[in-house]
């Protein structure tokens, strides 16, 4: 189990649920028995598309790196969630990229990149940065615009304080900062009780069937799968296939560290203080689902270091996973933005 979380420390879990979840939020793909469900034209076409998959070298580790639209159009970085990976966004970048250069990287220790010895904020962001050049988000003319969701969205708050010459604009969608203070004495209970949430003692199963694993995949924070046939792509591309621990034959497993979040250094991550606001130099947005227990926590008192009066867009029926949930107002939402912000000078 991770170490015991400090008041202190800048903490971006998601947060666990009370048990037991209703079989819709603990197993959403598990009635399907192994079959993609039924999917609407919108989304054949967007992953019809299919992004150049490559690796870009950062720091001596190998990343992910999908990319859509020609370089020398405006750039934009997508950047995922906990435990998640690149193509996360591999539904909803496509509808960007007649006007933008876009790319969307696994972080390392996520989806197809390599695992290290120890991860940071610091080093995210150079990792970021390096994607950026190695993809050319650049050649457009000007910085390019990262836009990251909940852990991601963290990455990117983080970059644009820590090095606001490197961005044009941030976008977090639904981004969380912690629990409130009273929340975090039951974390350690609750991670227990969700059996198959991977952590330092209890590394990922492997699964005997993909139909076995599928049926297993669920959302953190705990939350149904709004279109099933989303968290279905999503669950299929974070699986890989390795040994049985017996040795008779292969198995699924997950394909993030289990051990990132004992391995990630989270102390002071802005800097200072993460109960104090940072200076913050760089245009950002905050896009959040209207279902969100994110924001709820940051109503009931979660610290947040995001600027007081920061433009705020709320997107209707949507939990934490708007993408999943909304996707297509998702993607409305981000156009908008980038037609109209920022305002030039």
Not at 48 to 70: D, H, N
Not at 289 to 309: D, L, N, Q, T, Y
Request: charged residues 25%; hydrophobic residues 40%; proline residues 10%.
């Amino acid at each position: 189990m991770a170490e015991d979380v400090k008041p202190e420390i800048h903490d971006d879990r998601p947060v666990h649920a009370e048990v037991p979840l209703p079989p819709e939020v603990q197993a959403p793909l598990a009635i399907y028995r192994g079959e993609p469900p039924a999917s609407p034209q919108w989304f054949k076409d967007a992953i019809a598309q299919e992004p150049e998959r490559v690796f870009v070298e950062s720091l001596g580790s190998k990343l992910e790196v999908l990319t859509w639209g020609e370089v020398g159009k405006p750039g934009l970085l997508f950047v995922h969630g906990n435990s998640a990976h690149a193509d996360w966004w591999s539904f909803i970048a496509p509808f960007f990229a007649e006007h933008y250069r876009v790319a969307s990287m696994s972080l390392a220790g996520m989806g197809a990149s390599d695992w290290r010895e120890k991860y940071s904020f610091t080093d995210f962001a150079e990792d970021a940065e390096a994607v950026a050049r190695a993809t050319g988000l650049y050649d457009g003319g000007r910085k390019p615009t990262y836009i990251g969701h909940s852990f991601g969205g963290g990455q990117v708050f983080f970059a644009a304080v820590r090095n606001p010459e490197r961005m044009h604009a941030a976008i977090m969608v639904d981004t969380g900062f912690g629990p409130p203070p009273e929340e975090l004495a039951k974390r350690q209970a609750q991670m227990e009780a969700i059996r198959n949430i991977p952590t330092v003692d209890r590394p990922s199963r492997v699964y005997a069937t993909l139909e076995e694993a599928l049926g297993r995949f669920r959302l953190m924070p705990p939350q149904p799968a709004g279109n099933a046939y989303i968290a279905d792509f999503i669950a299929r591309k974070s699986l890989k296939k390795v040994p049985m621990p017996d040795g008779k034959g292969e198995g699924w497993t997950w394909r993030f560290d289990p051990n990132m979040w004992a391995k990630l250094d989270r102390q002071r991550a802005m800097g200072g203080d993460p109960m104090e606001v940072p200076e913050v130099k760089t245009p950002m947005v905050h896009v959040y689902g209207a279902k969100s227990r994110i924001v709820e926590h940051r109503k009931s008192g979660a610290p947040s270091p995001f600027p007081p009066g920061m433009i705020e867009i709320e997107i209707p029926d949507a939990h934490h996973h708007i993408m999943i949930d909304q996707p297509l107002a998702l993607v409305a939402a981000l156009r908008a933005l980038l037609a109209a912000w920022p305002p030039t000078k």
